[in-house]
């Protein structure tokens, strides 16, 4: 499979074309942001980290019976997937009360949570606030056309309880 030309890089991630159109290349980044993409700096070893709990993700839905992207992991970093529409969906657990968290909440940073807390955010033209729940996930994807909204569905049950 040859890499060829970038075709997206955002804060975690760079997304190549191969010489298969139905395939790409996901390149996992070492690169970390805080308090909105103010702060910016290199975490070394969070790309093979990302990239690794994402392939583990990705297998674990594949052995649900859902569908995934995932094709095969080509290093500690590269991850060779299907070319899809994605939801943009962005899922943050925490373990710990730290920047926008801490200031949306008024509590103080460094708080160690008893149990990971979970919020949704769509990355971008759904007009959300930056957290609701699943409730709200579905109702969007149900206005949508493509017939994503029904393998979504279809799985809701599933998906609250990986991500809740």
């Known amino acids: 499979m040859e890499k060829l030309q970038q075709l997206y ?17 996901v390149d996992y980044k070492d690169d970390a942001t805080a308090f909105n993409g103010l702060k910016k700096g290199t975490i070394a070893g969070k790309g093979v980290i990302n990239n690794q709990m994402s392939n583990r993700l990705m ?27 994605i939801v943009p969906l962005e899922v943050i657990v925490r373990n710990i009360s730290a920047g926008s968290f801490a200031k949306r909440y008024g509590v103080e ?23 609701f729940g699943c409730e709200t996930i579905l109702h969007k994807l149900l206005l949508q056309e493509d017939g994503l909204c029904l393998n979504f569905t279809e799985n809701a049950s599933f998906l609250q309880n990986v991500f809740t």
């Open 59 to 85: 297998a674990y839905l594949e052995k649900q019976g859902i569908p995934t992207h995932f094709v095969k992991e080509l290093s500690e970093r590269e991850t060779l997937v299907k070319k899809v529409s």
């Open 109 to 131: 940073e460094g708080i160690v949570f008893a149990e990971p807390t979970i919020e949704f955010s769509y990355k971008n033209c759904y007009n959300l606030p930056i957290n």
């Open 9 to 25: 890089e955002g804060k975690a991630k760079k997304v190549f074309a191969t010489d298969d159109p139905e395939l790409l290349i």
